[in-house]
């Protein structure tokens, strides 16, 4: 390993920032010549450029050094150059990777050999100075484990306790799964459970008394020499063997052992053997998922949340086709990280916490580092496929399952999730907290209506919605009535001074998609506030100036919200069209007799019940309602005389 050794301490890990002098540079004051249009711009200082511009073309890694020579980034590199000028060519879509760059002051940087001794390194480094900005692992914890121990009686048990004279196996990454092997194990074999340090002297002398586990013969009893050494090292060979994942040979001798027994008319051993038998049978069935694959198998599967600032990362090794272990990573992304590298730091942290060293390794793709003597395996079809599936599931089940539990403790993480997803979705630039929807009704052009329903972080605000009844629009002009509404609605929120929604969203696809565009140019709102149009058929979903049409993932939450906007608006409008049209087909030819007004009308309906019955009263009892004059002009119009007088309504 080559040192950089005007910039860096010759040992970067004892760097602690106590014992560094001022040719290290650590925890000490660091004067910074970036100007404030600099930090901007993601541009670095003079200084700071010219050190970037004498970086080697080699792998390495490099640190970030705020104002204060703390350490608050470590990265590796297979090109030191090209890696760190990237962070300052740019303005970043991240915005935490943008108040990375701000804080930068200076850099150090170590040379190594290849992209596995960076890779190391930097773990390292980033276990020893724990920079802020850095990759976090969340799962930082001891799994459990199960253990033979090596004693004339061995015993085998469950802990998270490293170092014992055992031979350990795992480990497991649920203690559930753990527990269902000890189970299995307990139930096939008569192995004690007992801390006492058994040795023939002590059994000889009768020192230790039998257990409960004796009498209900779940133990042999060895404490006592009712089973010798010989005979219990058979069983403990056989539990070695069901922990190595060798389960599919220990079912065979069973089988044959039941058979035999059978054979010899043994029937009552038989059907204990057969217990035994069923019982890692049912643990095969669960554990087997390539039964023709004999290979031992080490996949890395990779899921990644749709805010992209959560990664996990599945490890699950495989004996025969059944898993062995299954372990997952959570990462949390600070700077950008890509899923390449992610997989990277997971296969090192595993070989590194689990004393693993790996010869051939299952993964959905290539990460970012060619490990020594490793190769890899992307598979497109077949039992590695199958595997990797496996593995990515478990990967998606942790994922979804800690998103669960931060929403329940957190709701806005979900509200918030919900946002950005459907800001990337759409194309949009803000968060489309606020949402519009129209959609116009009506029935062979009559008693045409239209509908907006308001979303508010993704829930229906009904106390915003809105009926309009068309005015301007003459028959069934859908078109025309899109764009009288929009008019009408967003003219008198701006007059008013109320805040335009972050996105407009009107049923019926590029037709109205057009007509509402030319309503958006008309009032200078196009570009300020987002416009699309979903067409009901196939779920498509067009943008202004665009005739391609974009189709969002049907699992997607973005088109979930989309859907529920737009069936909502049909429901909301469905509704006021029936409304209107029932009262119409009430009192439709009243409203064509002038001189009757709306509280004329409420009166004649609410004591006659129908305009027929309204018909059929005489003179005297329709004056008795609305007055004689009137009742005169009803009577003329019912009967088709011209009234002496016109009454003003």
């Not at 469950?158 to 055992?166: I, N, P, Q, S, V």
């Not at 506030?529 to 498509?540: H, N, P, S």
């Not at 943008?543 to 973005?558: A, M, V, W």
């Not at 859907?563 to 030819?589: N, Y």
Request: aromatic fraction near 8%.
């Amino acid at each position: 390993m080559e040192e950089n050794k005007s910039e860096t301490p010759r040992n970067p890990l004892a760097a602690t920032g106590r014992d560094i002098d001022e040719t290290g540079g650590f925890n000490l004051e660091i004067k910074s010549d970036r100007t404030p249009d600099d930090i901007r711009a993601n541009r670095p200082g003079e200084k700071l450029r010219g050190k970037i511009l004498s970086l080697p073309d080699s792998p390495g890694v490099y640190m970030y050094l705020d104002r204060n020579g703390t350490v608050i980034y470590v990265g590796k590199a297979k090109n030191l150059k090209r890696r760190v000028s990237s962070y300052f060519n740019r303005i970043h879509d991240i915005r935490r990777t943008n108040l990375l760059v701000r804080s930068i002051v200076d850099m150090r940087f170590i040379v190594v050999h290849t992209e596995e001794d960076a890779l190391h390194l930097e773990n390292a480094m980033i276990k020893e100075y724990q920079p802020r900005y850095n990759v976090l692992l969340k799962d930082d914890k001891s799994y459990p484990w199960i253990v033979v121990t090596k004693e004339d009686f061995p015993r085998v048990f469950m802990t998270r306790e490293r170092g014992l004279d055992a031979k350990y196996y795992g480990p497991y990454s649920k203690e559930q799964s753990a527990r269902v092997v000890l189970q299995l194990i307990r139930d096939i074999f008569p192995l004690r459970s007992c801390r006492h340090s058994l040795d023939e002297k002590g059994i000889a002398r009768g020192k230790y008394s039998l257990c409960l586990d004796y009498h209900i013969k779940k133990c042999g009893g060895p404490c006592r020499g009712f089973i010798n050494r010989e005979q219990y090292g058979e069983y403990v060979a056989r539990v070695n063997t069901i922990l190595r994942g060798d389960t599919l040979e220990l079912e065979r001798h069973l089988l044959d052992e039941m058979e035999n027994l059978s054979a010899q008319w043994k029937f009552e051993q038989a059907q204990e053997v057969k217990e035994k038998y069923e019982a890692v049978r049912n643990y095969n069935a669960k554990s087997v998922i390539a039964r023709t694959d004999t290979s031992d198998r080490d996949i890395f599967s990779f899921v990644g949340n749709e805010l992209g600032d959560i990664a996990v990362v599945n490890f699950m090794h495989m004996h025969r086709g059944a898993v062995t272990q299954s372990i997952n990573l959570e990462y949390r992304r600070c700077a950008g990280e890509s899923r390449e590298e992610l997989l990277s730091m997971a296969i090192a942290e595993v070989g590194r916490r689990f004393e693993r060293t790996f010869a051939e390794i299952v993964v959905p793709f290539l990460p970012d580092v060619d490990f020594e003597k490793v190769r890899f395996v992307v598979p497109q079809r077949g039992d590695m496929k199958k595997m990797l599936d496996v593995a990515t599931k478990n990967a998606a089940q942790y994922l979804k399952d800690r998103e669960k539990q931060a929403e329940a403790l957190d709701p806005e993480r979900g509200v918030e999730k919900l946002m950005e997803t459907m800001r990337r979705d759409f194309r949009l630039n803000v968060q489309p907290r606020h949402i519009e929807c129209f959609d116009n009704s009506n029935i062979q052009g009559t008693n045409p209506v239209a509908s907006c329903v308001v979303f508010r972080n993704g829930k229906p605000s009904k106390k915003d919605y809105r009926h309009f009844n068309i005015k301007t629009v003459v028959g069934a002009d859908d078109f025309a009535s899109m764009k009288e509404v929009l008019h009408r609605r967003y003219t008198r929120m701006m007059a008013e001074g109320e805040q335009l929604p972050d996105m407009v969203v009107v049923d019926g696809g590029k037709g109205q998609l057009s007509a509402a565009v030319e309503a958006f140019d008309e009032m200078g709102i196009r570009g300020v506030v987002a416009l699309v149009g979903i067409a009901k058929r196939l779920e498509e979903i067009y943008f202004p100036g665009d005739s391609l049409p974009l189709y969002i993932d049907k699992t997607s939450p973005s088109l979930r919200v989309i859907q529920a906007l737009r069936d909502e608006a049909h429901r909301f409008g469905i509704t006021h069209h029936r409304d209107r049209r029932s009262k119409g087909q009430t009192v439709s030819e009243l409203d064509s007799v002038k001189g009757i007004g709306p509280v004329s009308r409420k009166a004649l309906m609410q004591r006659f019940r129908s305009v027929k019955r309204l018909k059929e009263a005489s003179e005297e009892e329709i004056a008795a309602v609305v007055g004689q004059a009137k009742a005169a002009l009803l009577k003329a119009h019912f009967g088709g005389a011209t009234p002496d007088a016109e009454i003003k309504k």
